[in-house]
């Protein structure tokens, strides 16, 4: 998917209507997701993508009920799209992950949760990796 | 006659605002900002804003010309004023891209520059208008003053800037044809220079606040090694010792002035890990590289154009040879150092650094304080070469131990020693190169593999599309001749020493095996260097163009002295086209006087005559000091070069002649800081072997036994 379809297929999740989107389907296959209940925290600046902090919280009571079944975090321009799914159960307490990721450059980063009822949500960061590299090219 | 006072206030003319003041004083400036990068005083004093960092590349003059032109503002009113990176996070990143990297101030920022210059002229006659009642239309702007056209009437830039700010900023403005320009163009003189002359210019180096301590540093001599122990008690109680801070990878001493800090930390007995790597060399590294040229497996293709076996198969005449160039170190005349405080949740930090936006990232992280809490005061580089940009591991030094010591300012000043043997060096790059030259000696195929580091996957973890780093295998990838069989190959080889951006990065170095190596095929097929270029070269490519250009000024058609030889080489950087002629000669003891060297370089527009002038002289002592002399070198794992002695810089009576040719064809923004250097080294060794007959493959010439008259 080029990055241009899929930054107009993330402003359309901000509206909680969505298109088919090849970058969310293969966790949600198909399934709606509404923007909203998680919260993404990533610095807004990076220096290096190699190690950026990622916290993810999603409202939850974590019981049986109702409770956080997985949270996916999803690149925007790593080379692995899926950069990692966490598997929570109601015995997790709280829905809460702190990590180090490695971003591939300046991008929009989704933490997209899969609820117990088979909902989806999600928020969304953007971090600019500021790199400072001496190369020919422009882009980044 | 004019005074000296008169001098300098004349001089102080389009000068250089230091950003003393307080950063929180930035929000609630008094003088009205018309847009981020346009500031008006009432008395009609201009402020440009500056985003990126002033190493002496000149582009902080470069970037404030083209706003003014746009903005039709008195020139000799204006001040450049750094753009504060606490206000940058504040402000949703107002200015972009802080870095001062990759020759682009210019290229990258040019029409956003401009825009804001034009856009700010449009309000400020948009609130002139208002205040007359009159239609905008009528109005215009020229040095400062805004002129209505039917009754003549005049106000300046200051009286109206107030009125201006409160104004929507407009959509769309239109540019000048770069042809129009009258400050933009034009020679015009740095803004920074009387502030260097006069001495009062602040590096980062001298930052000085109110009871500030030192800390000096030891980083593990073997790269990726670890702090084992460091036994404090040995020097605690020495005078002036604040504190030892065993790091990860390093340990500092913080005492009361920073000789007390070095020597204490020469006596204070430290154990590392070394992790590995103790027993590398030199001569295992490049046996590294050398299997990289033989294997067959982990190479990626380049590039690939028609049949490289069948092109060479049916050559009339095949040409093998191998190239190297070292590693080398950036040798900033200021060495790295960081000054912060970690106070109360706010963190302030002082840095030569080529990336502040970087810089208050990576101390945000190092003190675990959010973005908004962090102010990086701008300073201007005691040079930067690369070497402050790509890699913040002074911020993130300097930040860990003010931090340990909270509350204090604390300067971390690396010795010398430390900076030569923990840079990020310039990768060290072996390549094997093969061409067939049909009966005419005109190239039919072109083979090379680079066996060399990738600064992108190891300095900077980016994934490389299709494994190819394209720093590495720069102007061979896009080498620009007509050869109907080409394949180039690249080899990634990761030694332990970790390399980074060191000015003209894949471009300081491929160059000079490409065009040395064709400069053999011109001699194997016996034509003339230059007119074997023209021949291969596409006549509508811009190298063609900067190659005759600089042949031409050179005179290379006329003839030399007795005893003096020349070398030409071609090659694109950065975006713009360079050339180089060298003229030399060679005596008996191998000791090589270049007469002349002849630059030419084709950058599209030229924004500051004078600093590319400048830039490329200056790119010729760089590169002649790093063709001389540069080598860092691996023993035990470590690098041997420790200081001046023994990592040599050129001398001010070796620099020789230097003619720059200004060939800007236009149309396009080219960069001009790096692509400078890159056709030197082929030049002169071109020219080396005209004089003497021995091809040098191989930098540097001091290790061929050349010495520079």
Known sequence: ?140 | MTTRREFLKGSAAGGLAFGFHLPAAYAQNVAPEVNAWVVVRPDDTVIIRYARSEMGQGSMTSAAQLVAEELECDWSKVRVEYADTNAQVRRKRVWGDMAAVGSRTIRQSQETLRKAGAGAREMLIAAAAQGWDVPAPECTASNGVITHGPSGRKTSFGKVAGEAAKLAPPKDVALKDPKDWKIAGKPIKRVDIPDIVTGRIRYGIDAQLPGMVYAAIAQCPVFGGKLKSADAAKIEGRRGVIKVLPMEDSVAVVADNWWRAKEALKELPIEWNFGGNESASSESILQFLRDGLDDASNVVVARREGELEQGLAGAAKVLEAEYFTPYLAHATLEPMGCTAVVKEGRVDVWTSTQNAEASHATAAASAGAPLENVYVHRVQLGGGFGRRGGSQDFVRQGVQIAKAIAGTPVKLLWTREEDTQHDFYRPLSLVRMKAGLDQSGNPVAWYSRISAPSIISTLLKLPLKEGVDPQAVASFADQPYAIPNVRIEYAQRNPHVPVGFWRTVGHSQNPFMRESFVDELARAAGKDPYEYRRGLLPAATKEYGVLEATAKAAGWAEPLPAGVHRGIAVTEGYGSYVAAVAELAVNDKNVVDIKRLVLGIDSGHVVNPDNVLAQMQGSAVFMLTAMFWGDITVKDGRVEQSNFHDYRMMRLREMPKVEVVLAPSGGFWGGIGEPGQAAIAPAVCNALFAATGKRVRSLPLKNHGFEIA
């Open chain 1, 1 to 140: 998917m080029r990055r241009r379809s899929f930054l107009i297929a993330l402003s359309g999740l901000a509206f909680g209507a969505r298109a088919a989107d090849p970058l969310l389907d293969p966790v949600t296959k198909g399934a709606p997701v509404t923007r909203g209940r998680v919260k993404l925290e990533m610095p807004l600046l990076a220096d290096n993508g190699n190690s950026v902090s990622m916290r993810v919280s999603v409202e939850s009571p974590m019981s049986e009920a109702d409770h956080v079944r997985a949270i996916h975090l999803i690149s925007e321009r790593n080379p692995e799209a899926r950069m990692a799914s966490f598997h929570l159960g109601p015995r997790a307490g709280s829905a809460e992950i702190t990590s180090r990721v490695r971003l591939a450059g300046s991008q929009r980063v989704v933490a997209l949760a899969e609820m117990s009822d088979g909902s989806f949500w999600m928020d969304s960061a953007n971090v600019v990796v500021t790199l400072s590299a001496c190369v020919d090219e422009l882009g980044g």
